[in-house]
């Protein structure tokens, strides 16, 4: 297990001055946040310093600016959203560093909390410049991160300020690593993975690096019509990468090689167009798709033998949906696979993290989200991690 210090090993921090990282990289309409998950997963961190006494400055990016002040990108945009979520008023400084922020610093009490200006308005934010992390860095006593979702860049907030100020993982950062260990660092064997989305070409690394280390590798989604085509089944019209053929089949013989058993389905639900509900709608083996029709989902019957599989498994990694779960019936195998995985979980019998921006909306919609183990709302850095990638931003909070 990764070692690095939580909140937990924090000193007496009345009065001192923490830089948090967070995401407040929200989704808006009409000058409003649609979504405010990622402000209450950074909630416990933020309040938990707020109540020891620490002056708190919230490190951000909003959008990407390229470096350049851009009004509808500043985060004094997102400050309403923060403060219905904290219960606490929260003051904004247009600056991330300097004079500004030091004479806010000083008008700051204990237990008071500040958001900085978008960190991505300063170009040597993302050059990860050393020279800005001093900066920055110079108005404060401690760094916490807790935004995993940014710990894949190395940028001057998310891996050059852990290098400058003793460094802590946030809640948020702390509980996502911990589930992370638990689902392929140091997992329960039997393990499964479900890897589903529209393209193989979007996964290679995480296909190739799962195959090492998964007993049973569950694929689904238009990537599956790949793996099927390369094994010599006609898809008819569906989304299939036919140039990745040889591609597939290298995983595959990759997979034999360390005797992880990939899951293809061999009954499918099929259709002459993609709508919802369409007359042509049908269920066959994988080897009875006609020439005019599209794979859209995984079969009934190969639903259930998958979830026969996890039933012997003690650890499941979840990316991507399994067939065009966002237009109905093609949402029916994802649901009800989450469904197993979801009442294992709940009974204790499996561990379950699930990530991915398309992942999360899925078991949502299956209303299960709650009963897995944990969900990652981290996209780019969820993917990474399944690569087997080293992420700057967790290696700069590791100690020896």
């Known amino acids: 297990m990764t070692k690095f210090r939580t909140l937990d090993d924090l000193g007496d921090v009345t009065g001192k001055v923490a830089l948090v990282r967070v995401d407040l990289n929200l989704p808006m309409q009409d000058g409003a946040v649609t979504d405010d998950t990622r402000v209450r997963a950074a909630a416990p961190t933020i309040l938990e310093l707020a109540e020891k006494g620490a002056k708190v400055l919230l490190l951000a990016h909003f959008g990407r600016p390229k470096g350049e002040r851009v009004s509808t990108q500043s985060l004094s945009m997102v400050i309403d959203a923060v403060q219905d979520v904290l219960g606490k008023e929260v003051m904004f400084v247009p600056e991330i560093a300097g004079p500004v922020v030091e004479q806010t610093v000083g008008i700051l009490r204990a237990g008071d909390i500040a958001i900085l200006e978008n960190t991505r308005f300063w170009k040597g934010e993302e050059k990860n410049d050393p020279e800005l992390a001093k900066a920055i860095a110079a108005n404060a006593d401690i760094y916490v991160n807790d935004a995993f979702s940014a710990a894949h860049r190395a940028h001057a907030t998310t891996e050059g300020l852990a290098h400058v100020l003793p460094a ?35 996964k290679l690394d995480v296909l190739t690096h799962l195959v090492t280390q998964v007993d049973h590798l569950i694929i689904g989604g238009g990537m599956a019509n790949t793996f099927l085509a390369a094994r ?128 999360v909306a899925a078991l949502n919609h299956a209303g299960v989200a709650d009963d897995f183990t944990y969900i990652s709302t981290a996209g780019g850095a969820f993917l990474e991690w399944m690569e087997g990638k080293e992420l ?9």
Not at 168 to 180: I, V
Not at 273 to 287: G, I
Request: charge should be negative.
């Open 168 to 202: 802590y993982a946030g809640r948020s950062m702390e509980a996502e690593l911990k589930a992370l260990e638990k689902a392929l660092g140091q997992p329960d064997r039997p393990v499964a993975a479900v890897v589903g989305g529209a393209k193989v070409s979007s």
């Open 232 to 359: 010599g089944v006609n898809v008819g019209k569906s989304l299939c990468e036919h140039d990745l053929a040889a591609t597939a089949e290298k995983i595959l013989e990759a997979a034999d090689q360390s005797g992880c058993t990939v899951h293809l389905p061999y009954d499918v639900v099929v259709a002459k167009e993609f709508a919802a509900n369409p007359a042509s709608l049908r269920t066959c083996n994988v080897h009875e798709v006609a020439a005019d029709e599209m794979i859209l989902d995984v079969g009934p019957q190969a639903v259930e033998a998958l979830a026969d599989v996890l039933k012997t498994c003690r650890t499941l990694v979840w990316n991507g949906p399994l067939g065009a779960f966002e237009t109905q019936p093609f949402d029916a195998a994802t649901v009800a696979l989450a469904r197993s995985a979801a009442a294992l979980s709940k009974e204790g019998a499996l561990v379950s993290v699930a990530g991915g921006g398309d992942t």
């Open 392 to 400: 700057p931003g967790v290696k700069a909070l590791e100690q020896a």
